[in-house]
């Protein structure tokens, strides 16, 4: 399970050797339900280099350390979850293993975050997957 190898990685592990504290590519307040408990938490968000990364605060520096991260070319889908929720602005990101739902400030953050995110698992997502590569020369005839 996704969040239980986040959890056992710790901290130091969840930078991904990207510098989340330089230029992010979108970054922004969302409030994030959470994995164990499902209470709402506001977290800080930064998008850069196909990696979504949350902090409790807003100021990040190189000695910040990700709250958790979640990887673009780990997920299938982005989109918006208003009618799953029956929350304004709510939007869920899916992986193979788990469903996780935020809430933006805003229909247009909710846009900019959904839009992102979607253009980062395209750009970071291999185009063909391991199980989807067929061996033609060692298939019976």
Request: charged share 30%; proline share 2%.
């Amino acid at each position: 399970m996704l969040s239980l190898w986040r959890a056992a990685m710790g901290s130091a592990e969840l930078d991904c050797g990207v510098e989340f504290w330089n230029s992010p590519e979108l970054s922004g307040w969302l409030t994030k339900q959470d994995e164990y408990i499902k209470t709402w938490r506001r977290r800080w968000f930064v998008l850069k280099q196909g990696k979504l990364f949350w902090f409790k605060e807003s100021s990040i520096t190189r000695e910040s350390r990700p709250r958790g991260v979640i990887v673009a070319t780990n997920c299938r889908t982005v989109k918006g979850a208003e009618d799953v929720l029956n929350r304004s602005f709510a939007f869920e990101i899916s992986t193979p293993e788990e469903t996780m739902f935020f809430i933006a400030d805003s229909e247009k953050e909710k846009e900019d975050w959904i839009n992102s995110i979607g253009r980062s698992i395209v750009q970071h997502s291999r185009s063909v997957t391991t199980n989807e590569i067929l061996d033609y020369d060692s298939r019976k005839q």
